[in-house]
């Protein structure tokens, strides 16, 4: 949102001393007030169209994305209510080389994988977001989605070097506005969510955000189902001209069925339904709470230098009881099924200070970060599974309703603890009108003790590193600038091998050359950018054991092309293409070297676009079509099981009634493609929805 000053010139007295007559009477000359306008986006604000141009993600300062060296996606929330779409991964898909990985039975935002090499973290305004098991992030209060492609450890700390995802949230806004917009689907889905923003002063200092939504869905799936209240306040106080407090706060309880997918019996489809749940539908949902409260205080110093202190926390619980798959039975027809109670609690606070200034040395000019942060982060993690009688099902006749098992119980217990300390220095140099660079270093010391009480062993671990990023942009045009940079990773890896012993944290280093242009006088913004990305220790599933173990080395290559903007007032476009060679270096018997890595489809691309109408009686309406294509994929590490191709299109419209009514038709999936949008195996596998609609209703009052 562009931001307003008005100056009034009123009373204006000229004395004209070269002409005499003036000079013996001075004259008042009254002029009309003026408006000037600043086309300024801030990087925590709302994006005109899909074409953001400022980030703070990639720096954690105010920086022009052009001005980056690093390739950087932003998805902004205008891509998500085009879509119709409430998922932070159908965002992603506009990103380009992100894909879908486990999760975790659709309980929350499990994993995905950026350029190659799959994570579980997430950022929020800056903030680990993933620790635990949270639920998946709301789309009623996210701004804008930001994927910084290639190792950020400098900037974040322990991480994954494919790529990072920063979730910037909405914050107060200086003008009052009421958003209602509910909508209904397919399969007896809806959704109502409510955005009210006011101003609680007339100064303006004192401003207030609630963002409110609430969801009952069914599924195409059978028996599958979920349910959400989620809830976010938030106001921010300028104390004085200098100094700003922000508060925000997010409370979230979601429940859903626990849902495995279905099975591939000897790695064909074999016509199994989409449709089939191969759970009991009486176990009953798993719940999911969540509770976020994050403040922000920053002081100007002076015109250059400022200070920032934060703090975040968060806790969630997780609990309940589901039935889930397990391998193909020798009948080919049947599989056993595992019936397990989750219990789960998960505390992390985290502070940050920072210290940010402009100087210049010689004639370079510098913008300094001085960072700090402390994280402490406590799990209580109990998955017991109950045996008993055979539990098994028919994949192709299900018939729910069996006793559940009663024996013997047995499973993991565990508390993990994680403590961390951190001090980072970045500097972004301007070194002449066409060269630019950056450098980056953090110092990241690591403790993690797990006491396995299941077991009765206890796993300590301590970590020190130091991770480091370096950049260079050279404005070859106005318009066109290249860019070229390197950087490194550090990840404690979590949980314990099948001895009970902890594992030797990932590493990684990545490279990254490419070019960034501004077309059609800067209404269109592309990046195009060719990687090389190798990392250690890298985890995967066991299925001989069913833990993780550490299995090697692995390594991405590949290129992605990212491009977004309003290429005329009626037309605005975002889409995406990757080629990701991923694979393993190093590995064993169960995974070889030259296994691909699971998941990551070598061709991936998207493309949405949106024609609104500027005249007539149509005006502010507008129709768009999204295209997306995903190539086959591994299904399962180390085997020969893949995921087919596939490829969707999605059809949307919105008709603008009034200034304060749309209407919107959302049609998803036209031509009914089956597909398969991920797995963990070829007996954890989610089928893709088939074709289905969504009508909305937005009122802005």
Do not use: C
Not at 275 to 296: K, M, V
Not at 353 to 375: K, M, N
């Amino acid at each position: 949102m562009s931001s307003r000053k008005k100056a009034s010139l009123l009373g204006l007295t000229l004395g004209l001393l070269g002409d005499p007559a003036f000079a013996d009477e001075p004259q008042t000359l009254e002029l009309d007030a003026i408006s000037v306008t600043s086309d300024y986006e801030s990087p925590t604000g709302p994006v005109n169209g899909y074409r953001a141009t400022r980030s703070s993600s990639a720096t954690k300062t105010d920086t022009a994305i052009r001005d980056i060296p690093q390739a950087i996606s932003v998805v902004p929330a205008s891509v998500l209510k085009d879509l119709g779409s409430s998922s932070v991964e159908r965002a992603l898909d506009f990103a380009g080389g992100v894909s879908k990985q486990n999760n975790f039975g659709g309980l929350t935002l499990y994993e995905y994988s950026v350029r190659g090499f799959t994570t579980s973290e997430f950022y929020q305004d800056g903030f680990s977001a993933n620790r635990g098991y949270p639920s998946t992030p709301d789309a009623a209060n996210i701004e804008r989605i930001e994927v910084l492609k290639g190792p950020a450890a400098s900037l974040y700390g322990r991480g994954d070097p494919g790529g990072t995802v920063n979730i910037v949230t909405k914050k107060p806004q200086p003008e009052a506005f009421t958003t209602l917009q509910t909508s209904a689907g397919s399969w007896d889905r809806y959704r109502t969510a409510l955005d009210v923003n006011t101003p609680l002063d007339d100064q303006g200092d004192v401003l207030s955000r609630i963002n409110l939504a609430v969801e009952d869905n069914n599924s195409f799936r059978d028996h599958v189902d979920s349910k959400r209240v989620f809830v976010a306040p938030s106001f921010s106080w300028q104390l004085n001209p200098d100094t700003s407090l922000l508060v925000e706060s997010e409370f979230v309880r979601h429940s859903s069925t626990f849902d495995r997918g279905i099975v591939a019996p000897n790695n064909k489809w074999s016509g199994v339904s989409r449709s089939t749940f191969l759970g009991e539908p009486n176990d009953g949902n798993i719940d999911n709470h969540n509770n976020r409260l994050q403040a922000t205080l920053e002081h100007h110093l002076n015109d250059a230098w400022k200070l920032r202190l934060a703090s975040h926390y968060k806790e969630g619980k997780l609990w309940g009881f589901a039935s889930e798959n397990r391998p193909l039975n020798a009948d080919g027809h049947t599989i056993n099924r595992r019936y397990r109670e989750r219990d789960t609690n998960w505390h992390d606070s985290i502070t940050q200070l920072e210290l940010r200034g402009l100087f210049d040395l010689g004639t370079w000019q510098h913008e300094l970060l001085i960072g700090s942060e402390y994280e402490n982060f406590r799990k209580n993690e109990r998955v017991t599974t109950i045996a008993g009688r055979p539990y098994a099902i028919d994949i192709y006749n299900p018939v729910y309703g069996q006793p559940k098992p009663n024996g013997a119980r047995s499973g993991t217990d565990f508390f993990e603890h994680v403590e961390s300390h951190a001090l980072n220095l970045q500097d972004q140099m301007v070194f002449s009108e066409k060269l630019r660079g950056m450098i980056g270093a953090r110092f990241e010391h690591f403790e993690q003790n797990i006491d396995d009480h299941s077991r009765n062993t206890t796993s300590r671990q301590t970590h020190d590193a130091l991770t480091q990023r370096a950049g260079l942009l050279y404005q070859l045009t106005p318009d066109t600038g290249l860019f070229a940079n390197a950087s490194t990773s550090f990840k404690p890896n979590n949980g314990l091998d099948a001895a009970g012993k902890s594992f030797d944290p990932e590493e990684g280093v990545g490279y990254e050359i490419g070019i960034k242009n501004e077309l059609f006088d800067e209404r269109l913004s592309s990046t195009l950018a060719f990687f090389h990305i190798d990392k250690e220790n890298v985890l995967a599933l066991d299925p001989g054991t069913d833990t993780s173990r550490a299995m090697g080395k692995a390594r991405s290559r590949g290129f992605d092309l990212q491009v977004t903007g309003q290429v005329t007032d009626a037309v605005r476009v975002i889409g995406a293409f990757a080629w990701i060679d991923a694979e393993v270096t190093k590995g064993d018997a169960a995974i070889p070297a030259g296994s691909r890595i699971l998941g990551v489809a070598k061709r991936s691309g998207s493309l949405l676009g949106v024609y609104e109408f500027q005249d007539g009686r149509l005006r502010g309406s507008d129709i768009g079509a999204a295209f997306t294509y995903v190539g086959d994929r591994s299904g399962e590490s180390g085997s020969d099981f893949e995921l087919p191709a596939y490829h969707t299109v999605d059809l949307l419209a919105h008709y603008k009634a009034s200034d304060t009514v749309t209407l919107g038709l959302n049609l998803n999936n036209l031509f009914d493609e089956k597909y398969y949008e991920r797995s963990y195996s070829n007996y954890w596998v989610n089928p893709g929805e088939p074709r289905n609609f969504t009508v909305s209703l937005t009122l802005n009052l």
